[in-house]
């Protein structure tokens, strides 16, 4: 008996040791996959999602290269828009119909988890038909002239990536909060196309990772073009910053930049030496008892500094000293629904508010008005057309009287696009009855921040007036109606073809009207789109 037992116990011992490890493995096979990191990157808008092609995800030991890209044709129809006649110009933009079209080419290679360059570029771009305007200078379309072939270097960044942060070495666009200041064109719009963006050759360096809850940043930049200024002419603006962006959760971040800026005396010109603070933000919450979220953005600008040559809104043969502040809020809710397994935003509701500082006086030395990004688009036509236009046909005015003046490399009289010296409501209401089907309805209220005084008219006629000849009190800028229908095709992922229209109609207001004290008139625009992302 004792024999058996003796020879037993090592059987035993084995076989208890080969089940506590079988035991051990199952208990470690059933746990659950430990949990990725958190990143903190703000999640895609649920509301407004992009149409582009999402980026592969990096793997150690693996290199990924990707092109991809879009299309995108756009035939508009316009009202004739009456501007101011200076020498002998036509009382009116007279381009009632244009083509326009882009070919945006983005390559991405990746090595690693570590290495990442990208580039980007439109190839081609430009206006196919369209009549060309007379003396509309610096306007910052591509609607001047008929040139279907234009080529628009974009990006080619190349981004170095450690436990650390991150090093970015390139030419490329820049995107800040809303876009007020720094805009890249590639963030979706409620209405209307991009417009051509900045672009610089950067030095930036990140701290930490996108799941870190604080980074810090510093960057250098040298402009290379924003269709103003541009090196290959000799224009040296540089920019160097420091940046702290504080993301508590992925669906909270706030973003601090400290930035100062530097135009270089070019002969016989002067320069500009600025200092801009930008504070900017955003939020996504769940809405209490139903599907959705509710989603908040903002961002504030003031640049503050000095001005050594001939501005618009300034003394020619003075120093300038400079001050001007820009504010933008949107906030909304966005209803959600998922249909075939795909989730999407049926209902959407958004207001944005937004004002910029204005200058009503271009004779002393102080100079006021804040132009925001182009790219930071608000409707179809107050802004983008008729104010883009008038202030470029102003600018020919003042050209004409003062060349130094009109000619500004800084602080110029043309808006391009941009809101200027205004504030504004414009509030949005986007319906998806199914998820490939976009109804929007929009509006827009604007008003000027201070009396609209042409530079143009008083250089020429020694007069303070609008830039219709009328009286420089009237600061109503007026109301639009915006409306659009967008059906996206998917075809052999990730293809997709979009088919659009949109269409605007303004009333201007009293800051439009002319020296009898007749308005404006209404201003239509409408838009067909065929468009394909790849």
């Known amino acids: 008996m004792t024999s058996w037992l003796s020879d037993s116990l090592p059987g035993v011992t084995a076989r208890a040791v080969l089940l506590l490890l079988l035991t051990t493995a199952a208990a470690h096979g059933a746990e659950p996959p430990p ?33 991809d890209g879009e299309y995108e044709a756009r035939q508009s129809f316009l009202t004739p828009l009456p501007l101011a006649s200076v020498n002998g110009s036509p009382a009116s933009l007279g381009q009632t119909s244009r083509l326009f079209h882009w070919l945006r080419l983005r390559g991405l290679a990746l090595f690693g988890t570590h290495w990442e360059l990208r580039g980007e570029t439109d190839l081609p771009r430009g206006m196919v038909y369209g009549k060309e305007p007379d003396l509309i200078p610096d306007n910052g379309t591509d609607f001047d002239r008929q040139q279907p072939v234009q080529i628009h270097a974009r990006m080619l960044r190349l981004t170095l990536r450690g436990h650390l942060g991150e090093v970015s070495l390139g030419h490329t666009t820049t995107q800040l909060g809303m876009g007020l200041v720094d805009a890249d064109g590639d963030q979706p719009r409620w209405f209307g196309p991009p417009d051509k963006p900045a672009t ?10 996108a799941d870190s809850t604080l ?26 910053g420091l940046s702290a962006r504080y993301a508590p959760n ?87 629904r998922v249909e075939d397994f795909r989730r999407f935003a049926h209902l959407v509701a958004s207001l944005e508010w937004g004002i910029a500082s204005g200058d009503a006086d271009p004779t002393d030395d102080e100079l006021h008005r804040f132009v925001m990004n182009p790219n930071h688009g608000v409707g179809l036509l107050l802004f983008s057309e ?43 209401l986007l319906v998806r009855p199914m998820p490939d089907l976009a109804l929007k309805v929009g509006a827009v209220v604007a008003s000027a921040t201070t009396s609209i005084v042409d530079p143009g008219a008083l250089a020429a006629h020694a007069a303070r007036k609008n830039f219709d000849g009328g009286s420089p009190i009237g600061r109503s800028l007026g109301t639009e109606l915006d409306v659009s229908a967008e ?48």
Do not use: C
């Not at 610089?200 to 990772?209: F, N, T």
């Not at 200024?229 to 160097?240: K, P």
């Not at 008729?386 to 808006?415: C, D, H, P, Y």
């Open 35 to 67: 949990p990725p990191a958190a990143n903190r990157e703000m999640p895609e808008s649920v509301a407004l999602p992009t149409t582009r092609v999402r980026d592969p995800l990096p793997e150690p030991a693996a290199v990924k290269v990707r092109i």
């Open 200 to 209: 610089y050759e950067r030095l930036q360096v990140l701290s930490g990772s």
């Open 215 to 240: 980074r810090i940043g510093a960057s250098g930049d040298v402009l290379f073009d924003d269709g103003r200024l541009a090196l290959s002419d000799g224009d040296q603006l540089l920019r160097v």
């Open 250 to 336: 992925r669906r909270t971040h706030v973003e601090l930049l400290g930035r100062y800026e530097s135009l270089e005396k070019r002969a016989p010109l002067g320069g500009a030496q600025l200092l801009l603070l930008d504070l900017s933000g955003g939020f996504r919450g769940p809405l209490a008892g139903r599907t959705g979220e509710l989603f908040g953005e903002y961002e504030g600008a003031y640049r503050v500094g000095g001005v050594s040559e001939p501005t618009a809104f300034g003394a020619a043969t003075e120093d300038q000293t400079l001050a001007s502040l820009a504010l933008a809020a949107r906030v909304g809710i966005a209803l959600e």
């Open 386 to 428: 008729i104010l883009r236009f008038k202030t470029a046909r102003a600018q020919a005015l003042l050209a004409s009287a003062n060349a130094g003046a009109g000619q500004a490399r800084f602080e110029g009289l043309a808006t391009r696009g941009g809101i200027a010296g205004a504030t504004y409501l414009n509030p949005v």
């Open 487 to 534: 059906l996206t095709v998917p075809l052999d992922a990730p293809m997709l073809l979009r088919l659009s229209v949109e269409g605007g109609i303004a009333f201007p207001g009293s800051a439009f009207a002319d020296a009898d004290g007749r308005g404006l008139g209404k201003q239509a625009l409408t838009t067909a789109g065929l468009g394909l992302t790849f």
